[in-house]
C-alpha cells in the first residue's frame, strides 16, 4: 500500500512569493495535518483537516492557509513567504479525527527561501 | 513556549548498549504521547505510544516509561544497533490519536558498532 505522498520533494522560492504543496493521504484515511520542522527542531503543528474541514490550527501567521479537496487530498499555502519559512513541511494522514493508530508522516516538501 | 522538554539532545552509545531518552511535560490535558524516528530525509514514524492509564509499554527492543506524577515519560532501546541511529522525537497530544501533536526538540542518537 501507499503511504503519504507529498510533492514536490524540494522547493525553491524567494522572499514575497507564493508556494503551493500538496499531500495525498494514504487510501482510506480521512483526515490531514500540516507540520512545519524547521532543521534540528520538532514538527510544529500547522492545521488539521478532517472531511475537507478545519478541525485544528496552530500558531501561524493568516499567510498559512490550506484545504481539503473531496478525495481527502490537500493542500498546504504560504503567501508572502519569508526566509523564516525556510523548513521541511510535513503532512500526516489519519483514519479520524483523533485515530488511536496514529499518524503517519510523509516524507515531506523542503522548501528553501532565498 | 516549548510544551514537550526533551533531553539529551544528542547521545552515543555502544552496539549493544541501552539507549534512553527523556521527555517531561507541563500540561495535564496531555493523555496521549508517542515516540517517533526520524531517517534522514524522511518524515517521522510511529515508533510506540502510551497512555496515562498504564505505567510501561514495551514493543520488542522498545519501552516507554511512563511517570504520571512527575509528568516524565521515557524511551528506552535494549540492545541498541547501528539501524537504530536516527532522531527521536517524543510528542504528546490532548486527545488520544489526535492530530494536534506537541513534539519535543529530538534527540540524534549515534550506535557505535
Known amino acids: 500500500d501507499a503511504g503519504v505522498t507529498q510533492s514536490p520533494t524540494h522547493l525553491i522560492k524567494t522572499r514575497g512569493q507564493h508556494v503551493t504543496l500538496r499531500c495525498s493521504p494514504i487510501s482510506g484515511h480521512k483526515s490531514v495535518s500540516w507540520y512545519q520542522q524547521v532543521l534540528g527542531q520538532g514538527p510544529q503543528f500547522i492545521f488539521q483537516?478532517?472531511?475537507?474541514?478545519?478541525?485544528g490550527r496552530g500558531n501561524f501567521p493568516d499567510r498559512f492557509s490550506a484545504r481539503q479537496f473531496p478525495n481527502y487530498s490537500s493542500e498546504l499555502n504560504v503567501n508572502a513567504l519569508l526566509l523564516g519559512d525556510s523548513a521541511l513541511y510535513l503532512c500526516a494522514s489519519s483514519l479520524g479525527l483523533a485515530s488511536p493508530k496514529g499518524q503517519f508522516f510523509g516524507p515531506g516538501t523542503r522548501l528553501t527561501v532565498l | 513556549q516549548q510544551q514537550v522538554k526533551q533531553s539529551p539532545q544528542s547521545l552515543i552509545v555502544q552496539k549493544g548498549g541501552i539507549s534512553i531518552i527523556n521527555c517531561a511535560y507541563e500540561?495535564?490535558?496531555?493523555?496521549?504521547f508517542p515516540w517517533y524516528q526520524q531517517f534522514p530525509g524522511k518524515g517521522p514514524a510511529l515508533l510506540i505510544a502510551?497512555?496515562?492509564?498504564?505505567s510501561e509499554k514495551k514493543e520488542g527492543r522498545f519501552t516507554i516509561s511512563f511517570n504520571k506524577s512527575a509528568k516524565q515519560f521515557s524511551l528506552h532501546i535494549m540492545d541498541s544497533q547501528p539501524g537504530d541511529s536516527a532522531t527521536y522525537f517524543c510528542a504528546a497530544s490532548t486527545k488520544t490519536g489526535a492530530n494536534n501533536l506537541f513534539f519535543g526538540t529530538g534527540t540524534r542518537l549515534t550506535v557505535i558498532p
Open positions: 483537516y478532517y472531511e475537507k474541514e478545519e478541525r
Open positions: 500540561n495535564t490535558a496531555f493523555d496521549y
Open positions: 502510551i497512555r496515562p492509564d498504564v
